[in-house]
């Protein structure tokens, strides 16, 4: 079978390894990265123009294509390659109004009583002043499409400010004017999906994320600096209570609204007092999730992609899960996410223990794989690399801020936290820093 992987973030590397482990699947990868380029062939295609990738799909006989990103989900994947019998990971463009519309997620959240943070959409400046005025500070204001950035404002004057900035600014051309204002919630990031096919739900992890530059509660955002999976009781029940009261709520909502979902479907929380409240929906695994949560599935994944596709997920049975829990640390360069110097050396790359995934994110490898159209060999330097601590070879070079993620399992947590920490110190690149805190704690 022939799968192309699209994306080129921390998520692309992980699924690429963990499909390269199924049995007669022949992987590729659109664009890769440094690390996903050493398993699978990287082809130059532009993913935001999914005709050409189906073209490109349906001449080498691509079998399935699994979006890392959500990125050409939204641009209409699965509509261009509907009629060419490819299967697509993932929901259809108008499903994925879930993720790229907030005005639109925070009513669907509100029409169907999910439990989300107190507030209203807006497409007009006037209302959203006066509506702003009346409410307690501190307050969340988010553009309706995530490209439209937004923030968490502590001063009444700077709020109106940034309202009103959002309301001229456009992120995409044609994209609205409209915005959510909602109350501040207070507490961890939890991300949680489930492979899905419009009416059955296989539940993943709940993973912790680590989204600030470090342990400060005011410190500056810094997206995908760590994540961490629990494999104690009250993570067992955490995933339970969020598959029962989010997950399987929103499939059934989903159905209501007579949008076709299969694919990942994913919620971003903040865990409260009064428990889990909804953030965002998501059409992909997020970034650093996949690199967590990935390495503790069992099954083999093909399967699970196909049934999700061909809407038979209720012939697959419970996922099974590796007893361990699992750390992720990203290492990143001094500055990111706002500014950072780029073309460095990646060293001690090799030097990690046996065990110890270290999944690319934003690299450059001269020895990765380039499309040529030749069948894989499941022997020989896939089968070393596939079973390697690092999966890479020397002369990496850094191409972002977010450079590589150390992922290590173990019995506990600490004990993983520790492994990682070690095998962390190993690696090197200019202005490398990254957050020693990741997984003191489990969900608190």
Known sequence: ?????????????????????????????????????????????DLSQPAEVARWAFSEQIDMIVPAESGSLWAGMVDEVVSMHIGVFGASQRSTRLEWSRCYTKEFL?????????????TSLSNAEKYLASQNLPLVIKSDHPAGGGG???????????????????????????????????????SFSAIVDGSTALPLLPVRIYDRLDARPDSPWAPGMGAITGNSSYAQRLSTHMHTHLIRPI???????????????????????????????????????????????????????????S??????????????????????????????????????????????????????????????????????????????????????TMTGGHVVTVVGMGATLNGARGRVLLNAERISFPGRIYRDDVGSHEFR
Not at 110 to 122: D, K
Not at 167 to 182: A, L, Y
């Open 251 to 309: 499939v059934a909502a989903l159905s209501q609204e007579n949008l076709p979902y299969w694919g990942i479907l994913g919620v971003d929380c903040i865990i409260t007092d009064q428990g889990p409240r909804i953030t965002t929906l998501r059409c992909s695994l997020r970034d650093m999730e996949a690199q967590v949560v990935l390495p503790r599935l069992k099954d083999d994944l093909v399967p699970v992609i196909e049934a999700a596709i």
């Open 110 to 122: 509100q029409r169907y009583g999910l439990p989300t943070a107190r507030g209203r959409t807006f």
């Open 152 to 190: 968490v404002y502590h001063d009444r004057y700077a709020a109106l400010e940034g309202l009103r900035a959002l309301f001229v600014n456009r992120p995409i051309e044609g994209s609205s004017h409209g915005v959510v204002i909602e109350e501040y919630l207070s507490g961890i990031s939890v």
């Open 1 to 45: 079978m022939k799968i192309l992987v699209l994306g080129s973030d921390g998520r692309t590397h992980a699924l690429v390894w963990k499909l390269f482990s199924s049995p007669n699947a022949e992987i590729f990868c659109a664009p890769g990265n440094g690390g996903a380029g050493l398993l699978a062939p990287q082809v130059d295609l």
């Open 311 to 396: 809407r038979k997920l209720h012939q697959i049975p419970t996922l099974h899960w590796r007893d361990e829990a699992s750390v992720g640390i990203a290492l990143v360069a001094q500055g990111y996410p706002n500014h950072y110097g780029v073309g460095g050396a990646i060293r001690g790359l090799t030097d990690v223990d046996e065990g110890v995934l270290v999944f690319h994110d934003q690299t450059h490898n001269p020895a990765a794989l380039r499309y040529t159209p030749v069948t894989r060999s499941g022997t020989g330097m896939f089968s070393n690399l596939i079973m390697g601590a690092s999966m890479t070879v020397p002369d990496t």
